[in-house]
């Protein structure tokens, strides 16, 4: 893998609420490689896509907002840039792939319209007829059948999975060095989605872009990732290599989600579930989010906000917060 080309350090995100200021994203540290795929994982409410978008910096406005932190994009610090500057990266230096390939194609322009217009932000001036030539390359790039035909299309004749390589196409339109892919295979049935996750990873072969992606599907994190950071209620509690994670487990969030993939090879009367629900947004959380439930919660976890460790597999970059771990009972 290549060296860093987006670090996030530190980054704390927060809504402000008519209760108070409440932290979706809190002390938040990663960063992905040239040629790297880094999954982020967790339940709805997790923080995986307040990063996101926090990173794209299009958060909910007026109430969101990066209160510190820093998100470096080959060590230029994307935050405190001007609504100009940050402009500038979004699609030429980071492009995204939404999770819902419906909503993010507007329906009254063609597919070939929508490609053109990220074209025209990363080549302002150049002929509209050069850059429809440019626009079939993109869709075949992308696998899309009979390229030069589905540029006069709209969304709404094409499948699903056809709008989801189109939604692809643009975000790899101005040759981003970093793809965020918050979870774009959602939407699309397991024979798309092998397709799709194959089409990614010929992408990143092919230009050496850095990829997060953003899941809650433990199967496609074991064949597309590299690294793993798990999130629960705006925090990372755990992360490393895809490999370490899996084979130790060292949150007990982590173990729960594990535990949830259902087995093949077993035969049970009654799948896992995690028992209780995510946590509430508040400004007033005190000690382990999860402590409430978790099998292995004592006392300090519901008091005191479990440091960063390093994880039970024993290697370097593996790292988990939690009081009892290696001490469960």
Same mark, same amino acid.
């Given at each position: 893998? !290549?060296?860093?080309?987006?670090?996030?350090?530190?980054?704390?995100?927060?809504?402000?609420?008519?209760?108070?200021?409440?932290?979706?994203?809190?002390?938040?540290?990663?960063?992905?490689?040239?040629?790297?795929?880094?999954?982020?994982?967790?339940?709805?409410?997790? !923080?995986?896509?307040?990063?996101?978008?926090?990173?794209?910096?299009?958060?909910?406005?007026?109430?969101?907002?990066?209160?510190?932190?820093?998100?470096?994009?080959?060590?230029?610090?994307?935050?405190?840039?001007?609504?100009?500057?940050?402009?500038?990266?979004?699609?030429?230096?980071?492009?995204?792939?939404?999770?819902?390939?419906?909503?993010?194609?507007?329906?009254?322009?063609?597919?070939?319209?929508?490609?053109?217009?990220?074209?025209?932000?990363?080549?302002?001036?150049?002929?509209?007829?050069?850059?429809?030539?440019?626009?079939?390359?993109?869709?075949?790039?992308?696998?899309?059948?009979?390229?030069?035909?589905?540029?006069?299309?709209?969304?709404?004749?094409?499948? !699903?999975?056809?709008?989801?390589?189109?939604?692809?196409?643009?975000?790899?339109?101005?040759?981003?060095?970093?793809?965020?892919?918050?979870?774009?295979?959602?939407?699309?049935?397991?024979?798309?989605?092998?397709?799709?996750?194959?089409?990614?990873?010929?992408?990143?072969?092919?230009?050496?872009?850095?990829?997060?992606?953003?899941?809650?599907?433990? !199967?496609?994190?074991?064949?597309?990732?590299?690294?793993?950071?798990?999130?629960?209620?705006?925090?990372?509690?755990?992360?490393?290599?895809?490999?370490?994670?899996?084979?130790?487990?060292?949150?007990?969030?982590?173990?729960?989600?594990?535990?949830?993939?259902?087995?093949?090879?077993?035969?049970?009367?009654?799948?896992?579930?995690?028992?209780?629900?995510?946590?509430?947004?508040?400004?007033?959380?005190?000690?382990?989010?999860?402590?409430?439930?978790?099998?292995?919660?004592?006392?300090?976890?519901?008091?005191?906000?479990?440091?960063?460790?390093?994880?039970?597999?024993?290697?370097?970059?593996?790292?988990?917060?939690?009081?009892?771990?290696?001490?469960?009972?």
């Amino acid at each position: 893998m !290549g060296a860093s080309v987006l670090q996030v350090k530190n980054l704390r995100t927060v809504l402000d609420l008519s209760s108070g200021s409440v932290p979706v994203v809190d002390d938040v540290s990663f960063d992905v490689g040239a040629g790297e795929t880094l999954g982020i994982v967790g339940e709805s409410g997790s !923080g995986k896509s307040m990063t996101a978008l926090s990173i794209m910096q299009v958060l909910p406005q007026p109430i969101g907002r990066i209160e510190s932190g820093e998100i470096l994009l080959e060590q230029t610090n994307l935050v405190g840039m001007s609504d100009e500057e940050i402009a500038k990266v979004r699609g030429r230096e980071i492009g995204m792939i939404l999770q819902d390939p419906h909503t993010s194609l507007n329906p009254v322009f063609t597919v070939g319209n929508q490609v053109i217009e990220a074209l025209q932000i990363n080549n302002p001036g150049t002929p509209r007829r050069s850059l429809m030539t440019r626009v079939v390359d993109l869709l075949k790039k992308v696998n899309v059948a009979d390229a030069a035909r589905r540029v006069h299309a709209y969304p709404h004749q094409m499948s !699903g999975g056809m709008k989801q390589r189109v939604v692809g196409a643009i975000a790899i339109a101005g040759a981003p060095k970093v793809i965020i892919a918050d979870e774009p295979t959602t939407a699309l049935d397991v024979t798309i989605q092998l397709q799709y996750l194959q089409l990614l990873r010929e992408i990143q072969d092919e230009t050496g872009t850095a990829i997060l992606f953003i899941t809650h599907d433990l !199967g496609i994190v074991a064949n597309l990732c590299h690294k793993l950071v798990v999130m629960y209620g705006g925090k990372i509690v755990e992360s490393g290599t895809v490999s370490d994670v899996f084979r130790a487990p060292s949150h007990p969030y982590t173990e729960a989600l594990l535990n949830s993939v259902p087995s093949v090879d077993q035969k049970v009367d009654r799948l896992y579930a995690i028992e209780g629900q995510p946590p509430a947004l508040s400004a007033d959380r005190k000690g382990c989010s999860f402590a409430p439930r978790c099998p292995y919660a004592q006392e300090i976890c519901k008091r005191d906000v479990p440091q960063q460790e390093a994880g039970l597999s024993g290697a370097d970059n593996h790292f988990a917060s939690c009081w009892n771990m290696g001490r469960k009972t």
